[in-house]
């Protein structure tokens, strides 16, 4: 069976009304990107932090997978898929997708300020947490979440799986957000690539075997399917 890699971003998950990580004012859900979403902002300020993706949870309990969430996991009856995504929320996973990698953290999660691997599923009825939030050993607990100045640990597993790509799919991403961007560059050379996006960057010259799908990632995700399954 052929390995099929995915790389997503934003995109695949507008639909469900999710909304973008930025936009161009640089505000995030009408609050400075830097003072929620960065290491910095956390030490400053960690109640605040709390409070943004308290809200964030609370937001995404209410969404659901679109046609491209379900589309994607189907592609497992016909290809080995890994989904690499950039976004945080748990969307491929409540569609059936049995393989995700997580670059930028997982919303429904927190984890051990003490010890990193400690980390825990939050569930729909104990979404909150605060600066007293203590796990079970009393050590407090921050959002599993990659923040601006910190590494992306995932990155290097996330290279090996796109090394390792028959076909590679890239979905609802500008192509800006590095390192994840970068990603694209560890295939084999020859690889075909899919870039499904309603607003697609500019492909890099040196990028081959590049078929651009301009469309919604629901519209592009359904017209793939009919390619990769003929």
Known sequence: MKRLVVLTGAGVSAES??????????????????????????VRN??????FYNERRRQLINCK??????????????????????????????????????????LMKVRSMRHEDRV????????????????????????????FEEAVPNITPASEIVRQADILVIIGTSLVVYPAAGLMYYARKGTPIYYIDPNPAQIPSDMQNVTVIAKPATVGVAELKEILTR
């Open 17 to 42: 009304g999710i909304k973008t990580f930025r936009d161009a004012d640089g505000l995030w859900e009408n609050y400075p990107v830097m003072e929620v979403a960065s290491h910095t902002g956390f």
């Open 46 to 51: 960690p109640a605040l932090v709390h409070k």
């Open 65 to 106: 997978p679109n046609a491209a969430h379900y589309g994607l996991a189907e592609l497992e009856n016909d290809y080995d898929v890994d989904i690499i995504t950039q976004n945080v929320d748990n969307l491929h996973e409540l569609a059936g997708s049995s393989r995700v990698l997580h670059l930028h953290g997982e």
């Open 120 to 147: 825990y599923t939050l569930t729909p009825d104990n979404l909150e947490t605060s600066v007293d939030t203590r796990d079970s050993y009393g050590d407090p607990v921050r959002p599993h979440i990659v923040f």
